[in-house]
Each structure stands twice: as C-alpha cells, then as structure tokens.
Nanobody
Framework: QVQLVESGGGLVQPGGSLRLSCAAS????????MGWYRQAPGKQRELVAR???????DYLDSVKGRFTISRDNAKNTVYLQMNSLKPEDTAVYYC??????????????WGQGTQVIVSS
C-alpha cells in the first residue's frame, strides 16, 4: 500500500509563513504527479499547486508569487512553501499523489489533510 504522511500545518499570523511536507512511501511504486489541494469551510476542494516528476509546476492564480511547490524524488516527498499568508488561505490542505505500480497501473492517493489557519 501507498502511505502519505503530511506535516507542517498550524496557526500563523497574516504575512507569516508555513512549509507543508508530504512524504509518500510504498514498495514497487513510482510517484509521478504530486500536489496540494485545499478546502475552506463551505467551499469545494481546489487545486493549489502541483509538480510533475520532471519538476513542471502549476499554481492556483491567487497563490502565485507567494507559494512554491517542490519535490525531492529521492525522498518521495513534496513540499509547499507558503509565504505572505492571508486569512483567505485558511483551509485544510490535502496532499495528492499519482502513482504507478510495477505493472504500470495508475492510482491516486490522498493525505488525511493538515489544517492551516491564518489569523491575527
């Protein structure tokens, strides 16, 4: 089985920073696209950022210039550096990983979510 372990959430003041981490593990799996989604109260889940195995990145327009996604393939870990945080960034952030097993079958995995609260 593939396991995702998220960390880095918490309470921060507006303008502050947080760094989220998501480590994926599983024998005989290759992890391709990795990303972060978020869901604020009363809103649908939305893609915040994603990065491919070749390090191509995409961002939600509202976080461009403030958030940076990166990955360490040796550690099977994806990061989300969040700077200049705003109250509207408050949400539960979910790690999302696309994997392929030794037979080439693709699967999608979700982390349990980590809470980010931006408030003074």
């Amino acid at each position: 089985q593939v396991q995702l372990v998220e960390s880095g959430g918490g309470l921060v003041q507006p303008g502050g920073s947080l760094r989220l981490s998501c480590a994926a593990s599983g024998r005989l799996f290759t992890f391709y696209d990795m990303g972060w989604y978020r869901q604020a109260p009363g809103k649908q889940r939305e893609l915040v950022a994603r990065v491919t195995i070749r390090a191509t990145t995409d961002y939600l327009d509202s976080v461009k210039g403030r958030f940076t996604i990166s990955r360490d393939n040796a550690k099977n870990t994806v990061y989300l550096q969040m700077n200049s945080l705003k109250p509207e960034d408050t949400a539960v952030y979910y790690c999302n990983v696309n994997s392929r097993d030794q037979y080439g079958d693709s699967r999608v995995h979700w982390g349990q979510g980590t809470q980010v609260i931006v408030s003074s």
